[in-house]
């Protein structure tokens, strides 16, 4: 484990015991954008966005939860990443633009 892997699962708020990314995965977005962290980062946060797009809130009886929110809340963190990385929304060093996660609208 890098010192910069170690610096991005901080900013996704990623612990090793738990996370659904390796070292690996985390090394290779590091790699994608020139070991600039905060793009990284805002990486990551879509990513995860991108696994939170399809959960819902729901009540049970006296039980709510609340997951709709996460979505939103992951792509807020990847702009605020983009935005302290330059604000480039998403571009990689190499010009290409990036996957941005949108919600799945159920009709």
């Known amino acids: ?3 910069e ?3 991005l699962r901080i900013l996704v708020n990623e ?3 738990t996370s659904d990314f390796t070292d690996n995965d985390l090394g290779v977005v590091i790699a994608e954008f ?3 962290l905060n793009r990284a980062a805002a990486q990551v946060w879509r990513i995860k966005a991108g696994h939170y ?7 049970e009886g006296n039980s709510n939860r609340q997951w709709s929110g996460a979505y939103k809340q992951a792509l807020e963190m990847a702009a605020m990443y983009d935005e302290l990385a330059g604000g480039d ?7 290409t633009i990036t996957a941005r996660p ?6």
């Open 34 to 36: 020139a070991g600039d």
């Open 15 to 17: 612990s090793v015991d």
């Open 5 to 7: 892997t170690d610096k």
């Open 89 to 95: 929304g998403g571009s990689g060093s190499s010009g």
């Open 53 to 59: 797009a399809d959960l819902v809130s729901m009540s």
């Open 102 to 107: 949108r919600r799945i609208v159920r009709s």
């Open 1 to 3: 484990m890098s010192a």
